[in-house]
C-alpha cells in the first residue's frame, strides 16, 4: 500500500513539475513602441523627449493582440486604424520639474512601406490619468478615412510639491505620419504634427517612431 501511494505521489510530482516547466517557458510576446521627439511649446522650453510605451500579450484580450500583432508584423488590416501609447517618465538625472507627456496615436491600417497620412484630428486624452498609466492599444475607428488622429498631454511636473505647470492638453491637431518602412517584426514612422489647445496655444512634435514585435521566452532557472 505505501508503494502505491509514493508511486501516485511520485507521478504526481512529474505532473507538477511539467505544468510548471510548460507554464515558465511560455513565450511571451509584446509590442513595442518608442520615439525620440522634439518638442516646440509656446508655454515651457523647447526639449527633446523620449518617449516609450508597451504592449504584452496578457493586457488585453487575446483576440485584440493578435489583430494588433499582425498589423504590426504582417501589414494585415482587420480595422480601420491602430491605436498606440507613448508616455515619458522625465529627463531624469534628478530633475525636479522633468516635462512629462502623454501621446497616443491612432494611424490608419495597413501599414505599409512608404505610406503617408494626414492628421485630421485630435480625441480627448485620458485626463483622469497620468500618462504613464495611460493604455489606448489596438482597434480605433477614425473619424475621417485613412485619416490620422491623435491625443497629446505635455506638462512640466514639479517633483517638489507634486504641482503641475504649463499643462497643453491637445483639441486639435494637423501634420502627417509617414510609414518609413514596414517589415516582418517592425514599422519605423516619422511623426510631425502642430497641436492646439482650447486656448489657441500650439505644442510641435516631431521625431521618429519605431514599432517592434517581440517574442521572448524566460529561461527555467
Not at 525620440?36 to 526639449?47: L, N, P, S, V, Y
Not at 480601420?80 to 496615436?105: K, R, W
Amino acid at each position: 500500500m505505501a508503494t502505491g501511494r509514493h508511486e501516485r505521489v511520485a507521478r504526481g510530482t512529474v505532473v507538477l513539475i511539467a505544468l510548471l516547466f510548460v507554464q515558465c517557458s511560455k513565450e511571451q510576446l509584446t509590442i513595442d513602441v518608442r520615439g525620440d521627439f522634439t518638442i516646440d511649446r509656446e508655454t515651457g522650453e523647447t526639449a527633446a523627449l523620449l518617449m516609450e510605451g508597451r504592449l504584452y500579450d496578457e493586457h488585453i484580450d487575446r483576440q485584440s493582440f493578435n489583430d494588433a500583432w499582425a498589423v504590426v508584423t504582417r501589414g494585415a488590416a482587420p480595422y480601420e486604424a491602430i491605436a498606440l501609447t507613448l508616455t515619458s517618465v522625465g529627463s531624469g538625472d534628478g530633475d525636479p520639474v522633468p516635462l512629462l507627456a502623454g501621446l497616443v496615436i491612432a494611424i490608419p491600417t495597413p501599414l505599409r512601406s512608404g505610406a503617408s497620412h494626414a492628421i485630421g484630428s485630435a480625441f480627448p486624452p485620458p485626463t483622469d490619468l497620468m500618462p504613464l498609466y495611460w493604455s489606448i492599444w489596438g482597434r480605433r475607428d477614425l473619424a475621417a478615412p485613412a485619416t490620422a488622429e491623435i491625443a497629446l498631454r505635455t506638462f512640466d511636473y514639479h517633483t517638489v510639491g507634486m504641482t503641475i505647470e504649463n499643462e497643453f492638453i491637445a483639441t486639435a491637431a494637423t501634420g502627417s505620419i509617414q510609414v518609413l518602412r514596414a517589415r516582418d517584426d517592425y514599422v519605423d514612422l516619422r511623426l510631425d504634427l502642430t497641436a492646439t489647445n482650447a486656448a489657441g496655444d500650439e505644442v510641435h512634435l516631431s521625431g521618429d517612431v519605431s514599432i517592434r514585435a517581440e517574442r521572448y521566452r524566460p529561461p527555467i532557472s
